[in-house]
């Protein structure tokens, strides 16, 4: 326990850390942080009380924080560099400092924490557990990767109390849902009762070097399943565990997993199924949101529910009520005549399965991609896996690489990924030339796709296809 109730976030923009600071925010503490840029996200922040600055400027720490380092602690994330004037004026004073993934895990650690890890997905399951939880009135506290339509948030609290720096086991629910990072092993810092894996492809690589070894960190998180706990893991894939560690698996439709969907049908855009437990068969669940992913998205998440002891009644009704996540599949125009929508995905894989999706549900319909790749190493160590899910395209608009964390490597550019797709309807541009690209053309189903700040882009095209819509109507 620490007596800390100042908490001072440096890069408090990041998803991960508002869902933090939102958190103490809620329990009574003082809260404020740099960015580098104001977004949607830190904005609504400011609304919310907590002040943030954008300027790495040591005279824009409040002055309580600097008056008083005993009651101040300072959070910040991998992504900030070391010489940021902020971090190193709390260093060379001896402040009370944490990684990100360091604090969630001392807030976790007294409770049931449902960890949900893997290089794709987790998100999106995550999002689902929490709401099917509190649905199903088993309840939790949830530290999210993306805003929840139904709560407009990234933070779920189950019950408001004091300001602990570790959550007392006292409170009402006894679960934490947690989003666990593999990037620069944060989820090692996770010791999960319920642990999902999604996914163990190849990313990272700028940390891990090897898939091997990203593997191996995958390996190390689920030895830190606590005794009795459970590993729920994609069928397919394998990971040791302690012989007091139950494992089930799931699936899409693969009838040898423990979990898996049976009779999946449409009903009207959306996917209708019958989950299949090691019990029995849970029929006829709805889902609210559309896309094929989304169903096994949907098994992993009723699966977790099912085994924390929700309701299976309850779990059709949670499910059907989940109205999504912003930036994973995430509708923004749905017309007959022009469907615009937006999605988070920036490994190969989940481009290659959010555009077979788009396939399925609009077939024979003209499919746009606008693709803003994320990170050097990233584009370096996959252009041929890259130039291949995009080519699925009829056309693409790719943008420059968004460097997030990274300093460029030389020869390194989006034209990497541009030279090797092989459609021919294909364009490189910057983000700033997108617009009147788009003004030129007919939109026919139009993605836009990418983990940096192309979700800049999402407004402005939006308006701009919803007013073309109704000029051509009226």
């Known amino acids: 326990m620490f007596n800390q109730n100042q908490i001072y976030f440096i890069g408090i923009g990041g998803i991960g850390m508002s869902a933090l600071a939102r958190y103490f925010k809620a329990k009574g503490c003082e809260v404020c942080g740099y960015d580098r840029t104001e977004t949607v ?13 954008y300027t790495d400027d040591i005279n824009a720490i409040p002055a309580s924080y600097k008056a008083d380092k005993d009651c101040t602690l300072v959070v910040f994330t991998p992504a900030i560099p070391a010489l940021h004037s902020e971090l190193q004026w709390f260093r060379s004073r001896n402040y009370l400092m944490m990684k990100r993934s360091e604090l969630l895990g001392m807030i976790s650690q ?13 998100t999106s399951v995550s999002t689902m557990i929490a709401h099917l939880l509190t649905c199903s009135g088993v309840g939790c506290d949830a530290f999210l990767g993306g805003i929840s339509k139904n ?12 300001c602990p720096l570790v959550v007392s086991a006292d409170d009402d629910s006894r679960y934490v849902v947690a989003e666990a990072d593999e990037y620069d092993r944060s989820f090692l810092r996770l010791y999960p009762h319920i642990a999902v894996v999604t996914a ?15 593997k191996e960190a995958f390996a190390q998180f689920a030895s830190q399943i606590t005794p009795g706990g459970i590993l729920l893991i994609k069928h397919g894939l394998t990971l040791p565990v302690s012989a007091d560690v139950r494992v089930f698996t799931y699936s899409l439709d693969n009838r040898a ?15 209708l199924f019958s989950l299949q437990t090691p019990h029995g068969t849970i029929r006829d669940i709805h889902i609210g949101v559309p896309g094929l992913v989304n169903v096994e998205n949907s098994v992993a998440s009723c699966a977790v529910a099912y085994l924390a002891g929700a309701d299976e009644r ?38 290659r399965f959010t555009i077979a999706s788009m396939r399925d549900l609009y077939p024979g319909r003209q499919i746009t991609g606008v693709f803003q790749p994320h990170l050097y190493s990233r584009t370096r160590d996959f252009a041929d896996e890259f130039a291949q899910s995009l080519s699925m395209l009829d056309a693409l608009i790719l943008l420059d690489i968004y460097p997030a964390r990274e300093e460029p490597i030389e020869g390194v550019t989006s034209k990497m990924i541009f030279d090797k797709v092989t459609i021919g309807n294909k364009c490189l541009c910057s983000k700033e030339e997108v617009i009147n690209i788009l003004k030129n053309r007919k939109s026919d189903v139009l993605l836009t796709l990418g983990a ?19 000029e051509h109507h009226f």
């Open 41 to 53: 996200l830190t904005q609504t922040l400011a609304e919310e009380g907590i002040a943030v600055h």
């Open 110 to 122: 007294n409770k049931q924490t449902i960890a949900v890890a893997g290089t794709h997905g987790k």
């Open 151 to 162: 709560y407009k948030s990234n933070l779920l609290l189950h019950n408001k109390g004091a």
């Open 200 to 214: 163990m492809d190849a990313d990272h690589l700028d940390i891990y070097g090897t898939h091997d070894a990203l």
């Open 257 to 271: 997993a423990d979990f898996h969907a049976e009779d999946i049908r449409m009903d009207g855009d959306r996917y």
């Open 314 to 351: 309850l779990i059709d009704k949670g499910l059907a009520s989940f109205e999504g996540i912003l930036r994973r599949w995430d509708y923004r125009v749905r017309t007959d005549e022009t469907v615009y929508m937006d999605d988070y995905a920036h490994h190969p894989e989940e481009l």
């Open 452 to 470: 940096g700040d192309i979700d800049r882009l999402v407004a402005p095209i939006e308006k701009m296809l919803k007013n073309n819509l109704c």
